[in-house]
């Protein structure tokens, strides 16, 4: 399957300024599948060592000179390593801490040679307190899973994803159009953007066959947990891991996931599964400038699960109702706030890490929460997840009349629309809303109201 990540190693592979590349993300989004497929496309040979299957390939990595370890990685995989012809790829890097630390000897002494390293645990081994980290030396990049503009690429509806590049407020989606997208983002709720999962259900067209497939990752998670439980109390991981998906769409409260278990242990469960990227915060902000992270509250903050598909699987939700019921009232709307979290990470850098805001108020008679606050092109936008007429959004219409902000937006099913300084956007469109943001500056009609 095509990845949009797939042009920034192309990219990498070409800039002049290329250092080793570590790929970073949860288990299972795909990393060793499209780095294969990378190096299958763009090199002559891809080596690739994995730490994990094949635990003695980290003797190659006992000396830190570069051509130490070229020679003795050739005699390992029996393929002769040729810079700027070969990639080689040290999968499951973690389990060879002295393959991370290496990659700075290879910037400095053998810069023409494309090196990628990639782990699932990889998170662990870059933030202990002892591993010296080679800053400076590494470029990062980091891979989700799959967005919806990803999905209609992997089923074939290219067309879909092209024409939703050609949507402006003046020529807004046609109906027909319209309802096809609205039942492919319900498709899209219903399987997430696991790899494995869009895999099946291309191979058997079940949508049922393919929950089967998030049964089994959900598992894989849980059997993770005994690599880092030693960090905490596994009771606290599994509680939460539990959990979560229930609490999306909530401020989180330690006493929400064990009232029994004292708050520094739910704590700690909460940033270890946030650093096996199974947990995304998204913390509250003051949203009253630029940076959103320097008026940010760490101890005040919502999660996110890793896929809105394993959300819909961990909470037990019936795939029909997807298909029959309003999007933003299934669960209390657990789904969909997933959904948009998960389509805004997407647009995040994806050099970086990325952090995704809200803003809440708590006073008496006037507490108010917006569930997204996001910065575009130097600007301020809140964003609510909510059905019915822009008449109805009062903690967005709050927020902006207390900052002064001349634009919100709401997402929901309804057709795209500006009205009130609200501009209305559709579950699938949101890949294109800093364009269509944007498209608001050039546009005399709206000029006034942007600004």
């Known amino acids: 399957m095509d990845r949009d990540i797939e042009k920034d190693l192309l990219q990498w592979k070409t800039?002049?300024?290329?250092?080793?590349?570590?790929?970073?993300?949860?288990?299972?989004?795909?990393?060793?599948?499209?780095?294969?497929?990378?190096?299958?496309?763009?090199?002559?040979?891809?080596?690739?060592?994995?730490?994990?299957?094949?635990?003695?390939?980290?003797?190659?990595?006992?000396?830190?000179?570069?051509?130490?370890?070229?020679?003795?990685?050739?005699l390992f995989a029996g393929i002769a390593i040729r810079p700027g012809r070969t990639l080689l790829f040290l999968d499951e890097i973690q389990e060879c801490p002295s393959a991370i630390i290496a990659l700075r000897y290879f910037k400095e002494q053998m810069p023409d040679l494309h090196i990628i390293g990639a782990g699932s645990l990889l998170e662990f081994t870059l933030n202990e307190e002892e591993f010296s980290f080679p800053v400076g030396r590494i470029q990062f990049l980091y891979l989700r899973p799959m967005?919806?503009?990803?999905?209609?690429?992997?089923?074939?509806?290219?067309?879909?994803?092209?024409?939703?590049?050609?949507?402006?407020?003046?020529?807004?989606?046609?109906?027909?159009?319209?309802?096809?997208?609205?039942?492919?983002?319900?498709?899209?709720?219903?399987?997430?953007?696991?790899?494995?999962?869009?895999?099946?259900?291309?191979?058997?067209?079940?949508?049922y066959q393919a929950q089967d497939v998030q049964s089994d990752i959900l598992?894989?998670?849980?059997?993770?947990?005994g690599k880092y439980a030693k960090k905490t109390k596994h009771k606290s991981l599994q509680l939460l891991f539990e959990k979560a998906p229930g609490l999306i769409g909530h401020w989180f409260k330690y006493t929400n996931v064990d009232p029994e278990a004292p708050s520094r242990d739910v704590k700690e469960a909460v940033k270890l599964l946030c650093l096996a990227g199974l947990l995304y915060p998204v913390f509250h902000t003051a949203a009253g400038a630029l940076p959103?992270?320097?008026?940010?509250?760490?101890?005040?903050?919502?999660?996110?699960?890793?896929?809105?598909?394993?959300?819909?699987?961990?909470?037990?939700?019936?795939?029909?109702?997807?298909?029959?019921?309003?999007?933003?009232?299934?669960?209390?709307?657990?789904?969909?706030?997933?959904?948009?979290?998960?389509?805004?990470?997407?647009?995040?850098?994806?050099?970086?890490?990325?952090?995704?805001?809200?803003?809440?108020?708590?006073?008496?008679?006037?507490?108010?929460?917006?569930?997204?606050?996001?910065?575009?092109?130097?600007?301020?936008?809140?964003?609510?997840?909510?059905?019915?007429?822009?008449?109805?959004?009062?903690?967005?219409?709050?927020?902006?009349?207390?900052?002064?902000?001349?634009?919100?937006?709401?997402?929901?099913?309804?057709?795209?629309?500006l009205r009130d300084q609200i501009l209305s956007i559709p579950f699938y469109l949101i890949a294109e809303l800093p364009r269509l943001l944007l498209s608001l500056k050039s546009v005399e009609k709206w000029h006034s109201e942007y600004h």
């Open 15 to 74: 800039s002049p300024l290329r250092a080793p590349l570590l790929l970073r993300g949860a288990r299972q989004v795909g990393k060793s599948f499209i780095v294969e497929k990378f190096g299958r496309a763009q090199f002559e040979h891809c080596i690739t060592l994995n730490f994990e299957q094949t635990p003695r390939a980290s003797v190659c990595f006992n000396t830190l000179l570069p051509d130490k370890m070229i020679a003795a990685i050739e």
């Open 219 to 225: 598992t894989a998670y849980r059997r993770d947990f």
């Open 147 to 207: 967005s919806f503009g990803e999905f209609l690429t992997a089923l074939g509806r290219t067309d879909l994803r092209n024409y939703l590049k050609t949507v402006t407020l003046e020529n807004p989606p046609v109906p027909v159009a319209h309802e096809e997208l609205l039942t492919l983002t319900r498709e899209y709720m219903a399987l997430g953007g696991m790899p494995a999962v869009i895999s099946a259900y291309l191979q058997t067209k079940s949508l």
């Open 292 to 417: 959103l992270a320097a008026m940010q509250n760490e101890k005040k903050f919502k999660v996110l699960f890793l896929d809105v598909g394993l959300v819909k699987r961990a909470c037990g939700l019936d795939t029909a109702l997807l298909f029959t019921e309003d999007l933003l009232l299934i669960n209390q709307g657990v789904l969909t706030e997933q959904f948009v979290g998960g389509e805004l990470l997407a647009l995040l850098e994806r050099k970086e890490a990325g952090t995704l805001f809200f803003w809440n108020r708590e006073e008496k008679r006037s507490s108010a929460e917006v569930d997204f606050i996001v910065p575009v092109d130097g600007k301020i936008i809140p964003i609510e997840v909510k059905s019915g007429g822009t008449g109805r959004l009062k903690s967005l219409k709050a927020l902006m009349a207390e900052k002064n902000f001349r634009l919100g937006v709401r997402i929901s099913s309804a057709p795209l629309e």
